[in-house]
């Protein structure tokens, strides 16, 4: 297909065509010929929000929630900049994201022209890629090049940099199917004898371990699938990261919880044990790996990642494997049943036998309390008083993240929005929009902290406006929790700027913003609240009062190995777990 | 964390790209932003009808390092294809020098007896100075200049290292 229309008239051709059906944005006088004409179609929706950071993290939360690209709309200079967390937050966590951003015209650009700013040159750090397109004629291969480049290969977040003279002007538009990038082609298929010799690795193991990450949901549900058929057919433990949750049922036997800093206690434990890992989809971030000379000690290691610069970077690997994670866990699976491979009984029963040991550990025990809410306790009652709905949880960044992570039980992949890599505060409300929008039946959770959440607590406004019947569950403790943890643990209790002397009446404002507020704050009435707040069909601030000191554990401290984490009962020892090489980490 | 008892390489990348805007700053900035080091950078258009930059980077680090530095080039979508010529076959480097001298009497005469020993041309004379054109390897090139340094050397403009693959195939 090829016809004359306007650049403006292109873009949103382009959508159509890409199959688009929402987009996240805020206009602005560089992008006033788009918005032109969006007006005149119905096809696609647009959701106006209340800052750009926002409308890039709702195109997040709707990507993930979906496997769909999000796209994103937003004017030039000011609009461009408060794109860039979000972009970098995209960029961090490997969602496909599409960001249309307006430009002045090209005669003003290096101008210093009203709401001007380099925008490709800003942006080319904190995207996958970036354009600026100067001709209406290139416009349209462009905008299928974008949304071919943001969800191929590793995925991330493109922008597209249009000047408004180009938005104005008449071109040729040409479809997606004419368009072919000339040289992006991730390789997707793994060689037969790396898929050989995997299968023979994993066969000769004594203690393996699957570590998985983000890159099992981003590759589809098909890749969970058959990850959980490998798992179920060798009997491996399955751990996973922050971004992997959901990939591998919680309720599954052979699961092992989150790993890292604040993962479980049997999981780090088996990674430090283990004798081959086969890490698929995750990147040996340092969140993960603690200190890394004591990483997983004598293992062998295997490594499936689609982007060879993840290999090899924090962590030497014997075996790498670059594909997407479904093509190659559906060639492992037919190489190991084509073989009919299986690991040595006796060495993997004994490798269970000391896993379940760990596990007797309950290291996510905390001390209940009949009179103040425990912020675990909370997250436990949301996850039990939730679990048999449609549910999607997106988070802030902090304490309440980590007690989500570690209590809420994911199930099913693309259900959990997080930002992991960037730790963006401020997140999750906007994701949790977007995935209401892409599921608008659902019960959509931002589980909170009162810090996080006021940095991006004007969505409110947008969720009121769409209709979108969000819950936003903040765990309370006039806090910034995290940052308090660290300063009781590693700077003497010295509480510097970590509380929140003013914070507002979080039921008043959800009434002024014309939602519903409830707050709750003993254990006794929780269960109540809870079901009261799932019953309203509005945007719902739930303000969740609980324990003010209550530290996220287990916790392995900043340079310290899997195998020297602190558990909630020995919290007492922590001044000496730190070292002061460890204290210069984040 | 890299281990830092590797010991620490020089390379030399061939890198082919489109050559669009923006594609040396995305190079440059991968290098400052992961905090890669840059010994040499050439750039120029090597096929004007398929759109086709060259870029020679010639850089340091350990092995591991030297790894990442090719698959972060190689995963920028401009790039077609990321060769290192240290490691993939012998190589050929060359690289362009000028070199203007100022002096008088003996010294000039000494400057254009050691430009013909390194087969240096003159590509600018006064009658108190010269400007010598010098191609080689860099340390070819190091040696001109300091030899000139006495003999009164007042400016050096290089090119950067450029290098191709011997033999009859192309990167």
Redesign the interface.
């Known amino acids: 297909m090829s016809k004359q229309m306007t650049g403006a008239e292109m873009v949103i051709q382009a959508f159509a065509d890409q199959g688009v059906e929402h987009i996240f944005g805020y206009p602005g006088g560089a992008v006033l010929p788009i918005y032109d004409a969006l007006f005149h179609q119905n096809h696609i929706e647009h959701i106006l929000v209340r800052h750009e950071q926002a409308a890039v993290h709702s195109a997040e939360g709707y990507a993930r929630s979906s496997g769909k690209v999000g796209v994103v709309l937003v004017t030039s200079g000011p609009g461009a900049t408060n794109a860039v967390t979000g972009l970098t937050d995209a960029l961090m966590d490997s969602i496909p994201i599409v960001c249309i951003t307006g430009q002045v015209a090209t005669h003003l650009i290096g101008n210093d022209a009203f709401q001007e700013c380099d925008t490709?040159?800003i942006t080319?750090?904190c995207t996958?890629?970036?354009y600026?397109v100067r001709d209406v004629n290139d416009l349209a291969r462009t905008l299928h090049e974008a949304f071919y480049?943001a969800q191929n290969?590793?995925p991330g977040p493109v922008v597209v940099d249009i000047p408004k003279d180009v938005q104005f002007a008449t071109g040729t538009y040409v479809g997606r199917e004419n368009i072919q990038?000339?040289?992006?082609r991730p390789k997707l298929d793994a060689e037969a004898p790396q898929i050989a010799a995997a299968v023979e690795m994993l066969a000769g193991a004594k203690r393996p371990i699957f570590y998985t990450g983000g890159g099992v949901i981003n590759s589809g549900p098909e890749a969970s699938r058959i990850l959980r058929e490998l798992a179920r057919i060798t009997g491996v433990p399955v751990t996973s990261t922050l971004m992997g949750l959901g990939a591998f049922p919680a309720a599954n036997r052979q699961w092992l919880g989150m790993l890292g800093m604040h993962g479980t206690y049997e999981a780090n434990m088996a990674m430090h044990g283990c004798d081959v890992m086969v890490c698929i989809g995750a990147r040996f971030d340092d969140r993960i790996t603690g200190r890394?000379d004591a990483f997983a000690p004598g293992s062998k290691k295997i490594h499936i990642d689609i982007?060879?610069?993840s290999?090899?970077?924090?962590v030497?690997v014997d075996l790498p494997i670059i594909g997407d994670c479904t093509r190659v866990l559906a060639d492992m699976l037919a190489a190991w049943k084509a073989r009919d491979l299986s690991i040595d009984k006796g060495a993997l029963d004994a490798w269970w036998t000391q896993i379940d040991r760990w596990r007797g550990r309950n290291c996510l025990a905390y001390r209940h309390s009949d009179e103040i809410i425990k912020p675990q306790y909370a997250i436990e009652r949301l996850y039990n008083l939730t679990k048999d709905r449609d549910v999607y949880i997106s988070t802030e960044v902090g304490q309440h993240q980590m007690w989500a992570a570690q209590f809420f039980r994911f199930e099913e992949p693309n259900r959990w929005m997080t930002s992991g890599g960037l730790g963006t505060m401020g997140y999750g409300l906007p994701a949790a929009i977007g995935a209401q929008k892409a599921h608008p039946d659902a019960l959509c959770i931002d589980i909170a902290g009162e810090a996080s959440i006021l940095m991006n607590m004007q969505e409110m406004s947008t969720a009121v406006q769409f209709d979108l019947p969000v819950k936003i569950f903040i765990l309370n403790n006039k806090y910034m929790g995290m940052v308090r943890q660290w300063q009781e643990l590693l700077h003497g209790g010295r509480y510097s700027h970590s509380y929140s002397e003013a914070l507002p009446d979080f039921v008043k404002l959800a009434d002024a913003y014309g939602g519903v507020g409830i707050r709750c704050d003993k254990p006794s009435d929780l269960d109540a609240a809870i079901e009261e707040m799932i019953a309203i069909k509005r945007p719902v601030i739930f303000d969740c009062i609980v324990d003010q000191q209550e530290n996220c554990f287990p916790m392995i401290p900043s340079g310290r190995a899997h195998n020297e984490m602190i558990l909630g009962d020995m919290a007492v020892d922590l001044d000496e777990a730190i070292t002061d090489e460890g204290k210069m980490l984040v | 964390?890299p281990n830092s008892s590797e010991p620490i390489e020089r390379h030399t990348l061939s890198v082919l790209v489109?050559n669009e805007?923006?594609v040396l700053?995305?190079v440059i900035?991968l290098f400052s932003?992961r905090g890669y080091n840059i010994d040499s950078l050439t750039v120029s258009e090597v096929s004007h009808e398929g759109h086709l930059s060259r870029i020679t980077i010639v850089t340091t680090g350990t092995p591991?390092v030297i790894?990442?530095i090719k698959?972060?080039l190689?995963?920028l979508?401009?790039?077609?294809r990321v060769r290192d010529l240290t490691v993939e076959a012998s190589s050929l480097e060359r690289e362009l020098a000028m070199v203007k001298v100022r002096g008088v009497g003996e010294a000039r005469g000494e400057a254009l007896r050691l430009a013909e020993a390194f087969r240096a041309r003159v590509i600018d004379a006064t009658r108190e100075s010269f400007v010598f054109e010098i191609t080689g390897k860099s340390d070819k090139i190091d040696q001109f200049a300091w030899l000139m340094e006495p003999l009164g050397l007042v400016e050096v403009a290089r090119t950067g290292v450029v290098a191709i693959s011997r033999g009859p195939e192309a990167m």
């Open positions: 490709v040159g080319r750090p996958k890629h970036n600026l480049v290969g590793r990038h000339k040289t992006y890394l982007d060879p610069s290999i090899n970077k924090n030497k | 964390m489109d805007p923006g700053a995305r900035g932003g591991m790894e990442q698959n972060q190689d995963r979508v401009p790039v077609h």
